[in-house]
């Protein structure tokens, strides 16, 4: 079974929004990653978040983590069309540390 | 750098045939992952190296299926006899050190009729 688990499956919002994507995870992890897919293309790493950190933020990504209750959020601010894209976590964990598990990712729409 | 290369991008083969796919990991990078990605079963992780080394390999589905990395920038995945159930998108990714982010190439796209 998938390590990391994304909620919702798919959103769509209006351009300028916020997205909101969440992971939540099984087990105790060293650290997890939001990486973004656009269609057709390979994945990219957006964010690495250590288990010891709460939140970190790039640009117009903020990713929290919450160990306690083994989830993460990526919040996406003033959104724009070009962030149309399916977004997953993967988690990095124990005694598999080195190998990430990726979710089934959240497709996020952004319309003009 | 030019980033994680893949080749072929696009390989459409008939049921029975042999596959190889190529990968070159960005230089100097220490662990090189293969992963395939299906509408069905999403990204699943086949096998990872650390300095040429298989590390783990539980993710390969069948024997049919065998990586190798001769030397630290080149490896290939290899399907033989490719089935139509392997068609999917083949990622290679690379990283510098353990819990590090992954670069991903733009994958190969299989297609086996």
């Known amino acids: 079974s998938q390590q990391g688990e994304e909620d919702p499956q798919a959103l769509s919002i209006q351009e300028g929004e916020n997205a909101t994507m969440n992971c939540s995870y099984k087990?105790?992890?060293?650290?997890l990653q939001w990486y973004r897919q656009n269609s057709g293309r390979g994945l990219v790493h957006l964010i690495l978040?250590?288990?010891?950190?709460r939140e970190k933020h790039s640009g117009r990504l903020r990713v929290t983590l919450d160990t306690s209750k083994k989830s993460s959020s990526l919040l996406i601010t003033a959104s724009r069309a070009a962030d149309t894209a399916s977004y997953f976590c993967?988690?990095?964990?124990?005694?598999?540390?080195?190998?990430?598990?990726f979710g089934d990712g959240t497709t996020l729409t952004v319309k003009p | 750098d030019a980033g994680v290369i893949q080749s072929p991008r696009h390989e459409v083969t008939e049921m029975g045939q042999e596959v190889t796919l190529r990968c070159k990991p960005i230089?100097?990078?220490?662990?090189l992952f293969w992963y395939r990605q299906t509408m069905m079963r999403g990204l699943e992780l086949l096998i990872y190296?650390?300095?040429?080394?298989?590390?783990?390999d539980s993710g390969m589905p069948e024997d049919r299926f065998s990586a190798k990395m001769p030397n630290a920038s080149f490896s290939t995945l290899k399907i033989q006899p490719s089935e139509p159930r392997d068609s999917a998108v083949y990622f290679c990714?690379?990283?510098?050190?353990?819990?590090?982010?992954?670069?991903f190439g733009p994958g190969t796209r299989l297609l086996v009729l």
């Open positions: 990714a690379s990283s510098l050190r353990q819990l590090e982010t992954q670069y």
């Open positions: 087990t105790s992890i060293n650290n």
């Open positions: 978040i250590r288990s010891n950190e």
């Open positions: 993967a988690t990095d964990a124990g005694a598999n540390a080195g190998k990430s598990t």
């Open positions: 230089s100097g990078h220490d662990y």
């Open positions: 190296f650390n300095n040429n080394v298989p590390i783990d």
